[in-house]
């Protein structure tokens, strides 16, 4: 279901990667389908089998087209699990059943309620979280969010086991200085950029209530470039549009944020939140229950898609120094504390030995 590795953008293919790496340290062999527009043909991945599949590159078939194949490949693979990532991809979980392989599905978030699809792309997405829930021997899902809606009838084999991240160590200050920023003194937005993730609300806000201060955008469109040109017009002249950005680059800008600004309608657990936190740097998120999950007690909200809350909670936090340490501090605490990626692992691994045995 996932795009491919090396992960470059999107939370599933940093999920993927990361639990991928883990399982090769552990001694597992693991093989990672992957759709040629995402992993170049000389990708490599140390002790990970990448296998490029074809796709039908368009908005609405990329994900089906490629899960097909990687389906069909699967069935004759000699794999103990095969495990499907997203509601999309989840509707031909059944089909390495018939044939006796244990299957795992990972829901990230309730993807029908994304506002680029269309009706027709909602239903069968609709239909995907059925079969999230129907098929697979096992169903894992990212929140405890998602766990109450899941847990409606049979639940026996609906797991709750979260995204994590890793606690970074202090990086260098260099890539800000080349973007012409300084540290502490900028607002950060990383994601994709598309309408659920909210960045229309933030470039509003931003240059209504804080014009002075950067707003730095990391990330780029998938399928959306009407959406991107229009965030673009609305934003204040201090924004800065980066594109994709990834390594020490996207490392410096989220440890050295004044502001990390979540604005998302829909989430299933954010890594680019999470990330945030890890680096002690405070986060400012919509007030929607994924968000407030994590951000209880060490962040702050604002009322999802209220321009106006959102730009006087920018007033209130970014001049607040002292206030914003003490978020970022409790922040890193919390990601130690729950979303650590060798728990997630351990986790995974263990239900994959239950499904076995």
Same mark, same amino acid.
């Given at each position: 279901g996932q795009k491919g590795l090396p992960a470059t953008y999107g939370g599933i293919e940093r999920h993927v990667?990361? @639990?991928?790496?883990? *399982?090769?340290?552990?001694?597992?062999?693991?093989?990672?389908?992957?759709?040629?527009?995402y992993t170049p043909a000389d990708a490599e991945m140390p002790g990970i089998r990448l296998i490029r599949l074809p796709s039908i590159h368009t908005k609405h078939?990329?994900? @089906?087209?490629? #899960?097909?194949? =990687?389906?069909?490949?699967?069935? *004759?693979? +000699?794999?103990?699990?095969?495990?499907?990532?997203?509601? !999309?991809?989840?509707?031909?979980?059944?089909?390495?059943?018939?044939?006796?392989? +244990?299957?795992?599905?990972?829901?990230?978030?309730?993807?029908?309620?994304r506002e680029k699809w269309g009706p027709v792309a909602s239903q069968l997405l609709r239909f995907?979280?059925?079969?999230?829930?129907?098929?697979?021997?096992?169903?894992?899902?990212?929140?405890? #969010?998602l766990l109450e809606h899941f847990a409606e009838g049979s639940q026996d084999h609906i797991h709750y086991v979260p995204n994590g991240? &890793? @606690?970074? $160590?202090?990086?260098?200050?260099?890539?800000?200085? =080349?973007l012409g920023l300084r540290p502490d003194g900028f607002l950060l937005f990383v994601g994709r950029l598309v309408p659920e993730k909210g960045l229309h609300h933030l470039v509003r806000a931003a240059? &209504?209530?804080?014009?002075?201060?950067?707003?730095?955008?990391?990330? !780029?469109?998938?399928?959306t470039d009407d959406y991107v040109e229009s965030c673009r017009s609305e934003a204040g002249e201090s924004a800065r549009f980066l594109g994709p950005?990834?390594?020490?680059?996207?490392? =410096?800008?989220?440890?050295?944020?004044?502001?990390? %600004?979540?604005? $998302?309608?829909? &989430?299933?657990?954010?890594?680019?939140?999470?990330?945030?936190?890890?680096?002690? #740097?405070?986060?400012?998120? $919509?007030?929607?229950?994924?968000?407030?999950? %994590?951000?209880?007690? %060490?962040?702050?909200?604002?009322? &999802?898609?209220d321009v106006a809350d959102l730009g006087r909670r920018l007033r209130e936090l970014l001049p607040d120094g002292p206030r914003r340490a003490a978020m970022g501090e409790a922040g890193r605490q919390r990601i130690a504390d729950e979303y650590d990626w060798e728990r997630v692992t351990d986790r995974t691994l263990e239900l994959y030995s239950e499904l076995l045995a």
């Open positions: 990667e990361e @639990l991928a790496r883990r *399982f090769v340290d552990r001694g597992h062999q693991v093989d990672v389908y992957c759709r040629p527009h078939l990329d994900a @089906l087209s490629h #899960t097909a194949v =990687a389906t069909a490949h699967a069935l *004759f693979a +000699k794999a103990d699990v095969v495990h499907y990532h997203a509601l !999309g991809p989840s509707a031909l979980s059944w089909c390495p059943r018939v044939v006796g392989k +244990k299957v795992v599905v990972t829901v990230h978030g309730l993807d029908w309620r995907g979280e059925w079969s999230a829930h129907a098929c697979p021997h096992a169903t894992i899902v990212v929140s405890k #969010t991240t &890793e @606690l970074p $160590s202090p990086g260098p200050k260099a890539p800000l200085e =080349a240059k &209504e209530a804080v014009p002075d201060w950067p707003l730095v955008i990391a990330g !780029g469109g998938h399928f950005v990834y390594g020490e680059r996207l490392a =410096a800008l989220q440890q050295h944020a004044a502001l990390v %600004v979540a604005p $998302s309608s829909l &989430e299933g657990l954010s890594i680019a939140l999470l990330e945030a936190m890890s680096y002690g #740097t405070a986060v400012l998120g $919509s007030d929607i229950p994924e968000n407030r999950e %994590v951000l209880d007690g %060490v962040g702050e909200t604002f009322r &999802e898609g």
